[in-house]
Each structure stands twice: as structure tokens, then as C-alpha cells.
T-cell receptor
Framework: GDSVTQMEGPVTLSEEAFLTINCTYTATGYPSLFWYVQYPGEGLQLLLKATKADDKGSNKGFEATYRKETTSFHLEKGSVQVSDSAVYFCALGTRKLIFGQGTELSVKP | NAGVTQTPKFQVLKTGQSMTLQCAQDMNHEYMSWYRQDPGMGLRLIHYSVGAGITDQGEVPNGYNVSRSTTEDFPLRLLSAAPSQTSVYFC???????????????FGSGTQLSVL
């Protein structure tokens, strides 16, 4: 069945460091791909999405490119801030939305 | 501008008790779903619905029932609570998927459930 695999956390970075969180997927058909973010004590919020191969989603300095050939959707940001500390979820969407296990990011000043 | 409303926010149950987690949305979304979130497991889909009268199982449906009698409401029922159901539960909704691709989900604020 459909599934999403993310790199394990926690990931700890210093402010202004480069961020990559890996995400790979298995799916039949042509799913949409998403990154959601969860701040402490809150529900999930959509960060960015891509609906077809080679699409790039971007928001708040974060980017991810839908790579069909490698079945990947890695999240990147060039310079992280303390306020980016959260849990990040990769997700795959067809008739329903399937999430990865989440990657906790902690950014230190 | 309520969005997705979940009640209660916190609940403690004894093993074997039953209860219903409520979820309502005011955005006229056709798609609604329930997830549970456990440490190291991410969010796992319990049940979902693509419209009134239509429900389907997700990844972890056992021990849970749902119904969708109206577009607005999607309650989750625990018939006989077990300690393994201790978790944080999220309800989420979206416009009906187009061409099989899921659209943006709007999440409720969650229900923290403990089963003793």
C-alpha cells in the first residue's frame, strides 16, 4: 500500500544553518505530496505542496521538489531560525492523506 | 470563523468505557477524517469520509466506529476503550479530492485521551 518514510529525528541545528529533511514515498498512481508543520501544542498546518512531477512547492523560505524518478520530496531551507523549531510531516495524498512519522527540528540560537 | 472544532480537549476513561469524540466543520467540506498521533508513529489514519453517508477505513480502524449523517459532523466512537487507545486524536477536513489528489487538510486542535 501507499507509504511515506521520513528521516528520523530529532534534528538539532544552529540558527542560519542549512536544513534538509528527507522524505521518500511509495504509491500507485500520481499522488500529491505535502509538507505539514506542527508547532508545540497545536494541530498541523500545511507548509507547502506539489501536485505533479517536477513541481516545486515553496513557502516561508522552505522548498521541496516532487521527484518522481527517485520517489522523493525532500524539504530544504537555506537558513533556519529559532522560530522554525517544530515537527515536520511529509504526506502523500490520493483518495486519502497518509503521513510519515514526523521529524522534530530544534534550532538553537 | 470556527473551522474544525473538536470536543472535548481532554478526556480520561477507564478500560471498557465507551465515549464519542465530536468533530464539526463549518466550511462545507465533503472530506473528513480522523487521525491518532503517537510518539514516533506520526499520524495514522483511523477512518475517513468523502461525503455524507460514505465512510471508509484507514490504516488503524480497529476499536473505532464512525458515521457521517451530515456534511458538518463526523463523530468518532470508542465502543470499549483500551489502554492502547491512549493517544492524541485529530479531526481534519478538506474539499472533496479532485482527480484522486488530496487537497489541503484543515486540522482541529486535538483531543488528548488517556485510558487507564
Amino acid at each position: 500500500g501507499d507509504s511515506v518514510t521520513q528521516m528520523e529525528g530529532p534534528v538539532t541545528l544552529s540558527e542560519e544553518a542549512f536544513l534538509t529533511i528527507n522524505c521518500t514515498y511509495t504509491a500507485t498512481g500520481y499522488p500529491s505530496l505535502f509538507w505539514y508543520v506542527q508547532y508545540p501544542g497545536e494541530g498541523l498546518q500545511l507548509l507547502l505542496k506539489a501536485t505533479k512531477a517536477d513541481d516545486k512547492g515553496s513557502n516561508k523560505g522552505f522548498e521541496a521538489t516532487y521527484r518522481k524518478e527517485t520517489t522523493s520530496f525532500h524539504l530544504e531551507k537555506g537558513s533556519v531560525q529559532v522560530s522554525d523549531s517544530a515537527v515536520y510531516f511529509c504526506a502523500l495524498g490520493t483518495r486519502k492523506l497518509i503521513f510519515g512519522q514526523g521529524t522534530e527540528l530544534s534550532v538553537k540560537p | 470563523n470556527a473551522g474544525v472544532t473538536q470536543t472535548p480537549k481532554f478526556q480520561v476513561l477507564k478500560t471498557g468505557q465507551s465515549m464519542t469524540l465530536q468533530c464539526a466543520q463549518d466550511m462545507n467540506h465533503e472530506y473528513m477524517s480522523w487521525y491518532r498521533q503517537d510518539p514516533g508513529m506520526g499520524l495514522r489514519l483511523i477512518h475517513y469520509s468523502v461525503g455524507a453517508g460514505i465512510t471508509d477505513q484507514g490504516e488503524v480502524p480497529n476499536g473505532y466506529n464512525v458515521s457521517r449523517s451530515t456534511t458538518e459532523d463526523f463523530p468518532l466512537r470508542l465502543l470499549s476503550a483500551a489502554p492502547s487507545q491512549t493517544s492524541v486524536y485529530f479531526c481534519a477536513s478538506s474539499y472533496k479530492p479532485l482527480q484522486g489528489a488530496q487537497e489541503k487538510l484543515f486540522f482541529g486542535s486535538g483531543t488528548q485521551l488517556s485510558v487507564l
